[in-house]
């Protein structure tokens, strides 16, 4: 079973930066990848960066060049750092795990407010 806890998240000034962090307990699952989203009230979640266990990353256009997603495997924590935020980045982000041989796993949230 995979658990996972997300920090990080706040209320923050437009162009400002904050990171979040995701530890995952796994059982002694190895993780493939590690990555977040986000979601806005009526709207689908949106992936944003992924990583590979092989540091292999991947970002939505919409965060390209202002995030960046690191790993610490011997830690199965993941970090996205956010930089230059806007207040249409303003949403609940949810870490993820995708385990070899498993399904990808979401965590509960931790909300980002991006607010003057």
């Known amino acids: 079973q995979v658990q996972l806890v997300e920090s990080g998240g706040g209320l923050v000034q437009p162009g400002t930066s904050l990171t979040l962090s995701c530890t995952a307990s796994t059982s002694g699952l190895i993780l493939y990848e590690m990555g977040w989203g986000r979601q806005t009230p009526g709207k689908e979640r949106e992936i944003l960066a992924r990583i590979t266990d092989g540091r292999v990353t991947a970002y939505a256009d919409s965060v390209k060049g202002r995030f960046t997603i690191t790993r610490d495997n011997a830690r199965n924590t993941a970090y996205l750092q956010m930089s230059d935020l806007k207040p249409e980045d303003t949403a609940v982000y949810f870490c993820?795990?995708?385990?070899?041989?498993?399904?990808?796993?979401w965590g509960q949230g931790t909300q980002v407010t991006v607010s003057a």
């Open positions: 993820h795990v995708t385990p070899y041989r498993g399904e990808r796993i």
